[in-house]
């Protein structure tokens, strides 16, 4: 039988565990007769765990997803102070200089789409929801100049973004030989 105990951020969306009450967990594991992995679980909300720092609390910032002032105040409510665009798988995908600065998102056979949100719109809604801006640039693409070219896009409109990553996930893209 193992014996563990950690912190999850996963836990503050329990009941009484509110932002700046992380739960801390014990319990333990054990292979049952079928050799399933069974576990038990006790979860004290009354003891706090570690600080977590401010910065792990975030969203993407998806460009299919609605970035009016009510999600904004929403946004602030939940503790989140990172946005990540354009979030998410659609990062390997985008491009975000087409169709003047609308952005297009490209499906492997060459079609694409339009996004509802664009650039302009993410860094309107990070001043609105007093988010920093993460922002990833594409790796499928790869080209360093189009990257370039996008950061300083955010500092002429006074947004500069100090949180870059390039591409997302790409041990799971296709398009990596990783």
């Known amino acids: 039988m193992?014996?563990?105990?950690?912190?999850?951020?996963?836990?503050?969306?329990?009941?009484?565990?509110?932002?700046?009450?992380?739960?801390?967990?014990?319990?333990?594991?054990?292979h049952g007769p079928s050799g399933t992995l069974s576990a038990n679980?006790?979860?004290?909300?009354?003891?706090?765990?570690?600080?977590?720092?401010?910065?792990?609390?975030?969203?993407n910032g998806a460009v299919w997803m609605s970035m009016n002032h009510t999600i904004a105040g929403l946004t602030n409510e939940s503790g989140a102070t990172i946005l990540r665009w354009p979030g998410?798988?659609?990062?390997?995908?985008?491009?975000?200089?087409?169709d003047g600065g609308q952005g297009r998102v490209y499906r492997d056979d060459g079609t694409?789409?339009?996004?509802?949100?664009?650039?302009?719109?993410?860094?309107?809604?990070c001043r609105k929801s007093s988010c920093t801006p993460m922002v990833s640039a594409n790796a499928v693409i790869a080209d360093p100049q189009k990257a370039a070219r996008w950061a300083q896009y955010f500092v002429n409109k006074s947004l500069p973004v100090r949180l870059w990553q390039?591409?997302?996930?790409?041990?799971?893209?296709k398009h990596w030989n990783v």
């Open 41 to 59: 679980i006790t979860i004290d909300v009354s003891t706090r765990g570690p600080a977590i720092a401010p910065g792990l609390f975030g969203q």
């Open 88 to 98: 998410g798988e659609t990062t390997d995908y985008y491009d975000w200089e087409a």
């Open 2 to 30: 193992k014996s563990w105990s950690a912190v999850s951020l996963a836990l503050l969306m329990i009941p009484g565990a509110g932002w700046g009450q992380e739960a801390v967990i014990e319990g333990s594991e054990s």
């Open 166 to 173: 390039v591409g997302n996930e790409p041990v799971f893209d």
């Open 112 to 125: 694409y789409w339009s996004p509802i949100y664009d650039t302009d719109t993410f860094i309107d809604f």
